[in-house]
C-alpha cells in the first residue's frame, strides 16, 4: 500500500514578515507618501528582528517602488508627486527625445451605474456606482492621447470635472493629494485600433488612423483596484516604451 505525501510545510522567511508587516503600515496610511518611515534600527526595535532582516525588507519594497531610498536621508515613501516619478506609470515617449510634458483637458466626469465587467474589475459591491472620466491629453498643442477612465464613486466621492480642470498635474499626483490613494501597479493589455469619427474629432485626426489602445487596471496597496483606463494613443510621433526584467 503506498503512503499518500504530506503536504509541504508553507514557510515564510522572517524578512518576507516584515516587508509584509510594513505593507500594512503602508495600507493604514501609518506613512504617508511623500513622508520618511522610521529608521531601520528603529524598525528593528519595533519587529524585534535584527537590523540586517529589516533592510532586506525594505530593499523588496525599493525594488517594487514603494519606498525610495535617499543617501544620507533615510527612507521615504515613494509619491507621484515628485518630478522623478510623477510620470512614471506613462510609457510614451516622443520620437525626437523631447522632455515630455502633457497637458490635461477634461471633457466630462459623470456618476453613473457601472457596466458589469467595470464592476468585477474594480471588484465593486451590488448597487455602487462610478465616476466616469473623459479626458484629452496634449503635447506642443497637439492632442494625442483620448481617455475613458472608471473610479469608484465611493473612494472619489465628490470629484467634479471643476476640480479635475483646476488640476495641473498627473492624475496619479491628485489622487494621491486629493483622495489618499496611491497607485502602486497596474496591468495592461495593448492592441492596434483605428480611429472612428469621435476619436478622429478627439485627436485631430483622419477617420481610420491607426491608434495604439492601451487598457489598464490599476491598483492600490494591498491589490486593491482602483482605477480603469481605456486609452488610445496617436503614436505617429510618439512611441510606447516597455522594460522587461
Not at 504530506?6 to 515564510?12: G, H, K, N, Q, Y
Not at 515613494?78 to 522632455?99: I, N, V
Amino acid at each position: 500500500m503506498s503512503i499518500p505525501a504530506l503536504p509541504a510545510a508553507s514557510f515564510s522567511p522572517l524578512y518576507q514578515q516584515i516587508k509584509t508587516m510594513i505593507l500594512a503600515s503602508l495600507q493604514a496610511a501609518e506613512w504617508l507618501p511623500g513622508t520618511s518611515i522610521p529608521s531601520e534600527i528603529d524598525l528593528a526595535a519595533r519587529y524585534l528582528v535584527s537590523q540586517g532582516t529589516v533592510r532586506k525588507a525594505i530593499d523588496e519594497l525599493a525594488a517594487e517602488n514603494l519606498l525610495v531610498r535617499r543617501q544620507g536621508k533615510g527612507t521615504f515613501v515613494a509619491t507621484h508627486q515628485e518630478d522623478a516619478w510623477q510620470y512614471r506609470f506613462l510609457r510614451l515617449e516622443p520620437d525626437s527625445g523631447e522632455k515630455f510634458q502633457l497637458f490635461n483637458r477634461f471633457l466630462a466626469c459623470e456618476q453613473l451605474k457601472p457596466s458589469s465587467q467595470v464592476a468585477e474589475l474594480l471588484k465593486l459591491k451590488a448597487g455602487d456606482a462610478v465616476i466616469r472620466i473623459d479626458r484629452i491629453q496634449s503635447f506642443k498643442g497637439k492632442p494625442i492621447v483620448f481617455e475613458e477612465i472608471w473610479l469608484s464613486a465611493t473612494r472619489f466621492k465628490g470629484l467634479t470635472l471643476d476640480k479635475l480642470n483646476a488640476w495641473l498635474g498627473p492624475m496619479y499626483a491628485f489622487y494621491e493629494s486629493q483622495y489618499a490613494t496611491h497607485m502602486v501597479r497596474a496591468e495592461e493589455q495593448i492592441k492596434a485600433v483605428n480611429a472612428d469619427q469621435e476619436l478622429a474629432g478627439h485627436l485631430e485626426l483622419p477617420v481610420g488612423q491607426a491608434l495604439l489602445l492601451v487598457d489598464r487596471v490599476a491598483f492600490t496597496y494591498g491589490n486593491k483596484p482602483v482605477e480603469i483606463r481605456h486609452a488610445r494613443y496617436n503614436t505617429s510621433q510618439q512611441h510606447y516604451v516597455n522594460q522587461l526584467n
